[in-house]
């Protein structure tokens, strides 16, 4: 006789930021993942915390239901509710956490607080995700608008940071890079298409010397703002005639500092898995250039596939299985932190 496996059905939620988002995951596998972007922020070219929390407040339900819809899954067939418990913004949390909470509630299933973060890179292990799962020990590099941390992971939920941002994270910088060019925020997909047509040796900026695996991404900004100024003061038409050269050697540069300290971090841990995570992780240049790296030096790469870079609830829903199957839950003292080590 089939030994008959229990269903595990897991809703993700995910409220860190500026988007709302709602997974269902069945087993390994993602049955819906729905995400509502919030359009209000971009007249203000970057995330009003305020309207973030009330765009969230609006969204939840609807997000929800359309995930729930999309999987044809009712609430009382969850076998868990999985939310983002931090980093991120309080007031945002603070809705998806208190949606989370009502749930598990009333429908008397665990509530399991995940890691953003965590989450990006166990993204990696939804089972469509990026092809096969990795293998532990991987060193897992995640870039994203808030945060650049190039992590040592031993196990799912054993993760030692190794190196982080001192500053701005690379998400940041081609935030920040665009604005400066007039582009639309989030700037990091305009560079990333203004980029393809472009010279990346164009025009050189500087790499800077950072410590140990450590990150640095405020001075890129300030260079290519001076360098800018510079050139549209002997030409005020110098940013519209070599806008995808500019927009190549910054994503360059970017890579450049991306990759020097990923291929510190082989040369000192000896560990030649990378996986790569967040929002910038989306980006062709940087996937191609890390791909080509990987061929030449022998290393396995794990890149997700687009839908599971960005924000998502998918990657919630993952985590919160992961947890799950190891028994790691949470209870309604859950409060949302906004600064949450790894
Ligand atoms: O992970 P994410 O969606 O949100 C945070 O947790 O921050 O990352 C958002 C960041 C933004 O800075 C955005 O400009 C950047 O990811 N981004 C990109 C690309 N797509 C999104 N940066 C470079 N190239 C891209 N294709
Ligand atoms: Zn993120």
């Given at each position: 006789m089939n030994k008959i496996k229990k269903d595990i059905l897991i809703l993700g939620i995910e409220s860190s930021c500026d988007e709302t988002a709602a997974a269902v995951l069945h087993n390994g596998r993602i049955v819906a993942n729905i995400i509502s972007n919030q359009e209000v922020h971009r007249q203000y070219g970057g995330v009003v915390p305020e309207l973030a929390s009330r765009a969230h407040q609006q969204n939840i339900v609807p997000t929800v239901d359309a995930a729930l819809r999309k999987a044809k899954?009712?609430?009382?067939?969850?076998s868990a509710v999985g939310v983002t418990?931090?980093?991120?913004l309080q007031g945002a949390l603070l809705v998806g956490l208190s949606f989370a909470k009502s749930m598990s509630m009333a429908l008397g299933i665990p509530l399991i607080g995940v890691h953003h973060m965590q989450a990006h890179i166990l993204a990696?292990?939804?089972?469509?995700?990026?092809g096969q799962a990795p293998q532990f020990p991987f060193l897992a590099l995640t870039v994203s608008g808030g945060h650049t941390q190039l992590v040592l992971v031993r196990d799912y939920f054993e993760m030692e940071l190794l190196g982080q941002t001192l500053d701005d994270a690379v998400g940041e910088a081609f935030d920040k890079t665009a604005q400066i060019l007039g582009l639309?925020?989030?700037?990091g997909p305009e560079i990333d298409r203004l980029a393809q047509q472009g010279?990346?040796?164009?025009f050189r900026f500087p790499i800077p010397k950072v410590e140990g695996l450590d990150f640095s991404f405020s001075g890129l900004k300030t260079s290519v703002l001076y360098f800018l100024r510079k050139k549209q003061n002997e030409d005020p038409e110098f940013i519209r005639k070599h806008l995808v050269d500019i927009a190549a050697s910054v994503q360059y540069t970017i890579i450049e500092i991306l990759t020097g300290k990923i291929q510190k971090a082989v040369s000192q841990t000896g560990i030649k898995r990378l996986v790569l995570g967040g929002?910038?992780?989306?980006n062709r240049g940087l996937r191609s250039r890390l791909a080509q790296l990987a061929t030449s030096k022998g290393w396995e790469l794990h890149v997700p596939r687009f839908e599971y870079?960005?924000?998502?609830?998918a990657m919630i829903a993952i985590t919160a299985y992961l947890k799950y199957q190891k028994g790691i839950f949470d209870d309604l003292r859950l409060v949302p932190k906004a600064r949450w080590q790894l």
């Open positions: 899954v009712s609430p009382q067939q969850l418990a931090g980093p991120g990696n292990f939804i089972e469509d995700a990026s639309p925020y989030p700037g010279n990346p040796h164009a929002g910038v992780s989306a870079t960005g924000d998502n609830a």
